[in-house]
């Protein structure tokens, strides 16, 4: 069965320069979530996406930003990268009214110089 | 504020064994809850969700109720394996009206040979 594709699966930047991470979610889900991932922490939420609209916020900062196009795909863009922001980001998918069980991608292992 | 506590200590137990998850939240009333496995650099992947208005759902070995009076799902692995060894999350959406999972800080399991 498809799952969610993320790319790339890794990448390091310098400081104060911007990232671009892609999600590819099951077909047909309708519902697309961000979450950062600290070491040793659990998964933060950072936002989602219902039908290519906005639909939840959580902990995302304003040098984050984040869309879904119209075949589903998502993007979350980071600009002005700090330290601080190096982990794993996940992107999961869901079907809403399905019990919206999040299905995870691999995961975006971002470090930042 | 809303608050999910999870045993913080790793949980060490002999194979064969019933291993007992606890996931505690508090200032809120979930309308779903889900319970996650994630292996270390992975992405969580889905185990069970449980409704407010269900007591108890099982998956072969799993285990999992749900007291809204207590505030607490409890997360049971009967016969358990070494392979069961990673971190459980529970993740409660928060209301109906929502989309947005918290997670807990996660138990890592460890199930001894």
């Known amino acids: 069965a498809a799952g969610v594709i993320q790319s790339p699966r890794h990448l390091i930047k310098e400081k104060r320069e911007t990232a671009t991470l892609k999600c590819y979610p099951i077909p047909r889900h309708d519902t697309v979530y961000w979450y950062q991932q600290g070491p040793g922490q659990d998964p933060q939420f950072l936002i989602s996406?219902?039908?290519?609209?906005?639909?939840d916020k959580g902990s995302i900062p304003d040098r984050f930003s984040a869309q879904q196009f119209s075949d589903y795909h998502s993007e979350l863009n980071m600009s002005s990268l700090e330290l601080g922001d190096s982990a794993l980001y996940f992107c999961a998918s869901s079907l809403r009214g399905r019990g919206d069980t999040q299905y995870f991608g691999p995961g975006t292992r971002l470090t930042v110089l | 504020s809303q608050k999910i506590e999870q045993n913080s200590e790793a949980l060490n137990i002999q194979e064969g064994k019933t291993a007992t998850l606890t996931c505690n939240y508090t200032?809120?009333?979930?309308?779903?809850l889900q319970w996650y496995r994630q292996d270390p650099g992975r992405g969580p992947v889905f185990l069970l969700l449980i409704r407010e208005n269900e007591k108890e759902k099982r998956k072969e070995r799993l285990k999992v109720t749900f007291d809204t009076t207590l505030k607490q799902s409890l997360f049971h692995i009967t016969a358990s394996q070494p392979a069961d060894s990673a971190t459980y999350l529970c993740?409660?959406?928060?209301?109906?009206?929502?989309?947005?999972?918290?997670f807990g800080t996660g138990t890592r399991l460890k199930v001894l040979a």
């Open positions: 993740a409660p959406r928060p209301t109906s009206g929502t989309y947005k999972y918290i």
């Open positions: 996406f219902y039908e290519k609209m906005q639909s």
């Open positions: 200032n809120y009333s979930p309308a779903y």
